[in-house]
């Protein structure tokens, strides 16, 4: 048995394998979609891993939390 995670935005897939791509590697279509979304409030970051979109929500947002597993958190 194989688990597949995808994460799904406006409709659109991103599947797992391309979640799991270093932190030089951020996806453009989720950069746009941090960039333009309304700079006020929060973001949570769930599965954040490799912390690849930290920056953009840190400049975007007033809080930003950070949340994965451990091990995960481990490989950064």
Do not use: W
Not at 12 to 24: F, L, Q, V, W
Not at 26 to 45: E, F
Not at 48 to 70: H, M
């Amino acid at each position: 048995m194989e688990l597949v995670l995808n994460y799904k935005i406006n409709g659109i897939t991103i599947r797992s394998e391309n979640a799991a791509k270093p932190h030089t590697m951020p996806s453009s279509y989720l950069c746009d979609h941090i960039k333009n979304s309304i700079k006020n409030g929060r973001a949570l970051d769930f599965g954040c891993g490799k912390l690849r979109y930290s920056e953009q929500l840190v400049n975007k947002f007033e809080a930003v939390t950070f949340l994965d597993s451990r091990k995960q958190l481990e490989r950064v």
